[in-house]
Every structure is written in structure tokens, then in C-alpha cells.
């Protein structure tokens, strides 16, 4: 069962090659491959559990789940897509399967060559779309930094297996997680609505990969701290009219906190991050419908996969700041944040909800943000990962203070004035988050992209080259 799930997607990019080079126009045939690709990694969430070894990957249940959803949903994407989507099959497959192989790898050497095949796919699909020199930074500088971990790591232990980062290495992993997880409005999201838009839940799944293969315990403080960022981004987001960057950035560092709280919830925080990333990023696609279903989604409200995150988070927070001795005070404070940080999402769902939109939409994209709806409330109520939830919610505070979160943020959306509601179209225009550089400041960034892509190819060809010499491979 591993080759197919793992390979599965190459053979799909292969496919869908002899499709740009026999049938260029044939837009159905490769919308199949595509849904055909979805199936896979819904199959590899599903089978985590119960993947063996095979060649150099091991059982990496945990890693799986979040590399099979984000392989999912970037299909997903893919399949909405019309001008440029044999290429963006093509790009796909190959990033799906490079990332599923890197999150099940053992070994150093492969796991660096397999990362670079997800970041150079993804610099594939930035390409087909908007927002490239911001694109292609956030790939480099996010992609760079996980190589680094591995790499020094690696050095500096003497192993050639694919072992946790500490001190400094564990600070550039959780720095290119971030990263890639889409904390910052001006890097990925430049891509939302484009024909590169299956890189957005890639990226956003190799910094829950990331998180998942390389992280250690929890890290209350920086949890603390992305709370904090997130609940500013969601103050941003109202007050810029629903911009796609910053709630797109808002949703990232939302999750990328829940993880870092309560590492045990990281499957579920990462696969609710890649379906709320995949509904943000086809939002230009089909605004004037789905609006509700959007907002359900960024609302974080029960029973969609992202409420079982945050009340994990939050029942290891309580535990953590009413049963041990001397609590850090950053538990008290997580566990402050959270119900704050589910009334915000529930203001912003219902903006999202409520903004009128001009009918400037694709039928594809309507229906793939539905589906992803049914994604996170099927996760949300099935997902292994999910199932201590009520468990959970009887040791903690959820089931008074979480009620309360949600019924004030109704509250607060339902009494905001007409006049502060969004009102503006949502479009890829600069006032939605999309930032149109000037071609000089453009070319900086890309060739900033490019001299540190150059450097982490080195790297990984280096650590290639040594791996040859002492026979490893």
C-alpha cells in the first residue's frame, strides 16, 4: 500500500505531462487526475496508522496524516483551475509526493532531496500565477531554514538519521515552520487566486510537517505569543474589510499556535490549518458564493475539525496551570488567549458570511469550498486525532467558558454597525492584501529568492555528496 500512496502522485504528474503534450485543451481529463490525486491523499489520512516501512520511509503517522491532507486539498485546488492546469498537475504531483516522502523519511540524505523537490515543485506553481518575487521568497527563505535544521543537525549529531533539532537547529526549524505555515500576510498569500493556489495548502503542510516530524514539547511562550499576533492579525482583518492576506495570516499563526501548545494536537491543528488555507485561497474565485461556508470554516466553531484543536490546546493549558506546582504564566495566559482567540473567529466567520460580493464567480470553486466545509466537519467528527475531544472538554473549562466565546462573538458580530461591515467587493486588488511591487523592488526579491535557494541546493548537494562518500547511499 506505501508505494501507491506515497508514489501515487508522480504517476498522476506523469499523467497529466501526456496530457500537456497530447491533449492540452483536455481540461476534463485532467480535472479526473486531479480528483484521482485527492482520493490518495484522503486514503493516506485515513491509512496513517497502518503504513509500514518501506525503502528508506518509516511509520510516521503523525507526519502522514498532515502530508496526506495538504496533498488533498492542493489537488482539490488543482482541480478548479482551467488556463493553466496540466502545469499545475504536473507541478503538484510531484510536490504531493515529494512531501509525503519527506514527511515519512528516516534518513538525512533523502528527506533533504525530497524537501528540495517540494520547494522547487513549489516555486513551479508560484510561477504559473500573481504574486511571484513574494511567493518565491517565502518558499526560499521557509524551505532554506527546515534544510538547515535537518542539515546541521545532522553534522552537528554525527547520525544520519532524520533526528530532532535542539537549541539553535530547533529555533530555524520552528522559524521556516512559521514561515511556511503562512504567518506573514506578505509572502504566500500574494498567491491566492492565481493558478498557482495548490501551493498554498503545500506550504501551509510542510510547516505542520515540519511541526509534526521535528518538534519537541510544547513551547508555551511562543504559543503565547502567536495568540497574541493572532488576535492583532484579527483586529487587522476587520479593520482592513476582510483582507485575504491577513485573515489568511491570521488563520496561520491561529493554528501554528494551537501546535505549539499541545504538540499531541498538531495533526489536528495542522489538517484544520491546510482546509482553512485551501477556503482562503480560493476565495477570489468564488466570491459572491460560498460565503457561508467560508465563514463556518474560519469561524472555528463546532463540529468543524479546527474547534477540536483549539479545545486540546486549551484543556493542556488548564491542566498545565491548575495541577502543577509552580506553573510557567504563560499556561494561564494560552489559557486566557484561547476564548478569545474562538470569538474572534467567529467575528470573522460572520463577516465573512456577511460581505457582499459582486457574482464574479467560478461554479468549481463554489463547489470545492463547500466540500472542504464537509472535509472539516467530517474530520472534525471522525478523525482519531479528535476523538478524546469530549474526554478532554470534561477536564478543562471548555464547557462554561467556550459558550460564552462563542455567544459573545455572535453578539459582537451581529451589533458591529453596517457602516464597519466589509462592503468592498472581494477582489485581488492591492486593498485586499495583494501588494503590487515595483519591477525593480520585484527583481531585488527575487533574486534574494534565488541566492538563497542557491544556498540550500548546496546544502542538500553537499550532504548528498558526503552521504556518497562514506557509502551511505
Not at 49 to 58: I, K, L
Not at 109 to 136: E, I, Q, S, Y
Not at 262 to 270: M, P, S
Request: net charge neutral; hydrophobic share 60%.
Amino acid at each position: 500500500m506505501a508505494p501507491v500512496l506515497y508514489l501515487g502522485h508522480g504517476v498522476l504528474a506523469v499523467g497529466a505531462a501526456l496530457f500537456l503534450v497530447l491533449a492540452p485543451r483536455a481540461v476534463r481529463s485532467v480535472r479526473m487526475v486531479a480528483l484521482v490525486g485527492c482520493a490518495l491523499g484522503v486514503a493516506l489520512v485515513v491509512a496513517a496508522d497502518d503504513v509500514g516501512t518501506w525503502r528508506a520511509t518509516s511509520p510516521a503517522p503523525v507526519a502522514g496524516e498532515l502530508a496526506g491532507a495538504a496533498a488533498a486539498v492542493a489537488w482539490g485546488l488543482c482541480a478548479v483551475l482551467s488556463t493553466h492546469i496540466a502545469r499545475a498537475a504536473i507541478a503538484t504531483g510531484v510536490a504531493a509526493s515529494a512531501l509525503v516522502l519527506f514527511a515519512t523519511s528516516e534518513w538525512v540524505v533523502p528527506g533533504c532531496l525530497f524537501l528540495g523537490c517540494v520547494l522547487a515543485a513549489c516555486g513551479a506553481l508560484v510561477a504559473l500565477g500573481d504574486g511571484r518575487a513574494l511567493g518565491w521568497l517565502s518558499i526560499a527563505a521557509s524551505g532554506s531554514a527546515i534544510v538547515a535544521a535537518v542539515a546541521l543537525t545532522a553534522v552537528d549529531q554525527g547520525t544520519w538519521e532524520l533526528a530532532v533539532p535542539t537549541g539553535t537547529y530547533l529555533g530555524l526549524a520552528y522559524g521556516g515552520a512559521i514561515a511556511a505555515a503562512g504567518v506573514v500576510p506578505l509572502l504566500i498569500w500574494q498567491v491566492a487566486g492565481s493558478d498557482g493556489i495548490p501551493v498554498v495548502p503545500l506550504l501551509v503542510g510542510l510547516g505542520f510537517v515540519t511541526l509534526g516530524k521535528l518538534g519537541g514539547p510544547a513551547e508555551p511562550w511562543l504559543a503565547a505569543a502567536l495568540l497574541v499576533l493572532a488576535l492583532a492579525m484579527a483586529v487587522g482583518a476587520w479593520v482592513s474589510r476582510l483582507s485575504i492576506a491577513v485573515v489568511g495570516a491570521w488563520s496561520g499563526a491561529t493554528f501554528a499556535a494551537l501546535s505549539f501548545a499541545n504538540h499531541d494536537a498538531t495533526v489536528v491543528a495542522g489538517i484544520a490549518a491546510v482546509l482553512a488555507a485551501g477556503a482562503i485561497a480560493l476565495w477570489p474565485r468564488a466570491r459572491g458564493r460560498g460565503r457561508m461556508s467560508r465563514g463556518l470554516i474560519a469561524s472555528y466553531a463546532p463540529p468543524t475539525i479546527a474547534f477540536g484543536a483549539i479545545v486540546a490546546a486549551e484543556a493542556r493549558a488548564f491542566t498545565e496551570a491548575t495541577t502543577v506546582a509552580s506553573p510557567d504564566i504563560a499556561w494561564p495566559a494560552i489559557a486566557a488567549l484561547l476564548p478569545l482567540v474562538l470569538a474572534a473567529g467567529v467575528v470573522i466567520g460572520c463577516g465573512m458570511a456577511r460581505t457582499p460580493e459582486s457574482d464574479d464567480f467560478e461554479p468549481e470553486a463554489v463547489v470545492a469550498t463547500w466540500a472542504l466545509l464537509g472535509a472539516a466537519m467530517v474530520a472534525g467528527a471522525f478523525l482519531q486525532s479528535v476523538a478524546a475531544v469530549p474526554a478532554v472538554v470534561a477536564r478543562s473549562s471548555a464547557p462554561l467558558v467556550y459558550p460564552v466565546a462563542l455567544g459573545a462573538g455572535i453578539f459582537v458580530a451581529a451589533r458591529v454597525p453596517h457602516a464597519l461591515a466589509p462592503v468592498v467587493p472581494i477582489t485581488t486588488s492591492p486593498s485586499d492584501g495583494v501588494v503590487t511591487l515595483h519591477r525593480g523592488v520585484a527583481r531585488g526579491f527575487v533574486a534574494v529568492a534565488a541566492v538563497i535557494a542557491l544556498g540550500a541546493a548546496a546544502g542538500i548537494g553537499w550532504l548528498t555528496v558526503d552521504g556518497l562518500a562514506v557509502g551511505f547511499l
